[in-house]
């Protein structure tokens, strides 16, 4: 409940932060810079006086953008590639199959922190260098879904009555595994939204001046002896935003398939 | 089991392949000329440029110079760093080596400590102990490593002034709390994954027989569960340590370690190609065969691999 309720407070954020936000967060004022957390400005000010929480609030748009985009792009591929490895031939099973592993021989960031050091900063390059190594996590579960599928009755039916193998698997296949798919897009939010900070955090991502938590974090550490609080505040939003998505594709995990409980 | 050894490093010859043209592809992807970069605005000469070029390679058709990269990376000769001028292993080994020490050693606390308390958390289902840890262990998972650092420094090093900010000496001092941000994680993963394998084996007949039996709440859990549970626990834990080679990446820059991470992302500002292909390399490798092994060592442990595995190959 937690998680589903931080969650769409996160996106009515993401949506109309300009409203919620009490400052303009690229508003620099050099009097007011560094103050500690006040009535006035609820989380501090940065080295330039802009409001942190003002930051933070528009930080929200960044993180659901990339988060909610990466896991549309992985799922469509997922999906696709995922269902024809599975139901095709063993050609196309182990070319698509050895792709992915190849994908997934990297671990964690290595490969898209290298990704973005080719396709330069910025918002869309951050979505596109994540999709690129979250992909096969999709794939793969996809795969096995199909894989059971197509021994169930009304797959073997639908090929008996000359269902072609594409048709199948629009019409069968992909609908039936979505379930598994969202459970995993749901946990894939919170890997993206912590990649996006990460990145930012490497000074790879997100351009300055736009507020992106990973980079403000990188941008506090100067201050760290005396403001600490610059570097508190994006960090546990941060946190307890991917403890909210991780909690809530738990549940969804739960709801649907107890047997997958963790 | 030879068979299955032979089978699974023949299968991870293309995947290497594969990696290591992913890195080549994703170098030469790099936008800015490297030369005039590594040159600054010192040197402008196009002569000049062009030898450095030819003597780099840069002046051939990308196919042939990633051939020939192959070819020397066969030779183990994963030529020179573009700043230092000296050959690239030299710098890689050591740092590789320290990345391990780190990985190794947050590998330790996540096992240590995650497996007693999963078990704790299965042993007492749906108390408030097993709740408090797997709301902590839901949310020491969640934690950007990079930003745990920066707290543990704040709390650890310039507060209570018990251990050094950053920087690597050979004393646990300089290791703990870069070892904490990167195991913490992992710590809350293995605690939940041991509690799920645990309460499964829980579930089995062969329990409810021992418990009928009257053997005592201890010996079933020592004797009889654990056995079992820790199988697919091994396999994960042997997974962790890769992922954790790879997660070292951002501790490493936070805590000024010397590891291959913190190598890595001076290659990456610097536009030292060859350093940062061997770098990544080695890292991708270290996982690859870390994988290898766990699979290996979960056919051993858990025969009904084998047999699964002759199943398929129609034996």
């Known amino acids: 409940m937690f998680g589903l309720v931080w969650i769409i407070m996160a996106v009515i954020l993401a949506i109309v932060p300009q409203y919620i936000a009490p400052y303009d967060p690229l508003a620099t004022n050099t009097a007011i810079r560094l103050q500690a957390p006040s009535l006035a400005h609820l989380f501090g000010t940065d080295e330039f006086g802009r409001d942190i929480l003002s930051r933070v609030i528009f930080g929200t748009r960044i993180s659901m953008e990339v988060g909610i985009s990466v896991v549309l792009i992985d799922m469509i591929l997922g999906l696709f590639l995922g269902a024809f490895a599975g139901y095709y031939s063993k050609i196309t099973d182990t070319v698509i199959m050895r792709f992915a592993d190849i994908m997934l021989a990297f671990p964690g960031l290595v490969l898209a922190i290298l990704l973005m050091a080719a396709f330069g900063p910025g918002v869309p390059n951050i979505i596109l260098s994540v999709s690129l190594v979250t992909w096969p996590v999709y794939a793969r579960v996809i795969r096995g879904e199909t894989l059971r599928l197509k021994r169930t009755v009304f797959v073997r039916a639908s090929r008996a009555i000359g269902m072609n193998g594409r048709t199948v698997i629009m019409k069968h296949i992909i609908p039936n595994s979505i379930a598994p798919a969202v459970v995993v897009a749901t946990l894939g939010i919170g890997y993206a939204v912590l990649a996006e900070a990460g990145i930012s955090f490497l000074g790879l991502g997100v351009i300055p001046p736009t507020p992106s938590w990973g980079l403000m974090i990188t941008e506090g550490l100067q201050y760290i002896l005396f403001d600490p609080y610059i570097i508190f505040f994006p960090g546990l939003i941060l946190s307890i935003t991917v403890i909210a998505f991780n909690l809530f594709g738990d549940g969804l995990r739960d709801a649907l398939d107890p047997s997958m409980r963790i | ?315």
Not at chain 2, 29 to 51: E, K
Not at chain 2, 67 to 77: A, E, K, S, V
Not at chain 2, 116 to 125: E, L, T
């Open chain 2, 1 to 315: 089991m030879l068979r299955y050894i032979a089978k699974r490093l023949l299968i991870s010859i293309p995947v290497l392949i594969g990696l290591t043209a992913m890195i080549f592809a994703v170098m030469h992807s790099i936008p800015g000329d490297p030369v005039q970069i590594w040159l600054g605005l010192s040197l402008r000469d196009p002569r000049a440029i062009q030898v450095i070029r030819a003597r780099l390679g840069l002046d051939q058709p990308v196919y042939v110079q990633y051939f020939l990269y192959l070819t020397r990376l066969l030779q183990g000769n994963f030529g020179t760093d573009i700043r230092t001028g000296q050959p690239v292993l030299q710098e890689v080994l050591p740092a590789f080596m320290l990345t391990l020490e780190l990985a190794a050693t947050a590998w330790l606390i996540a096992i240590l400590l995650g497996i007693p308390f999963g078990i704790i958390s299965a042993r007492r289902q749906n108390s408030i102990i097993d709740r408090s840890i797997m709301i902590t262990s839901v949310g020491l998972s969640s934690l950007p490593n990079f930003w745990l650092g920066v707290i543990l420094i704040l709390i650890f090093s310039v507060t209570l002034h018990l251990t050094p900010v950053a920087g690597y000496a050979s004393s646990p001092q300089y290791i703990i709390l870069p070892a904490l941000a990167l195991g913490l994680g992992q710590l809350g993963v293995t605690a939940r994954f041991t509690r799920s394998s645990l309460l499964e084996v829980l579930r089995q007949d062969y329990i409810r027989s021992a418990k009928a039996r009257g053997l005592s709440e201890f010996k079933i859990t020592v004797s009889h569960a654990l056995k079992n549970a820790l199988v697919p626990i091994i396999t994960l834990s042997g997974l962790q340590l890769g992922y954790l080679l790879g997660g070292a990446f951002f501790v490493e820059v936070i805590f000024a370690w010397p590891g291959i991470g913190r190598l890595a992302y001076r290659a990456i500002t610097e536009r030292n190609y060859p350093l940062l292909q061997a770098s990544v390399f080695f890292v991708a490798v270290a996982f690859v065969v870390i994988n290898i092994v766990v699979d290996v060592l979960y056919a051993r442990i858990d025969p009904r691999i084998q047999v699964e595995n002759k199943e398929e190959e129609g034996v």
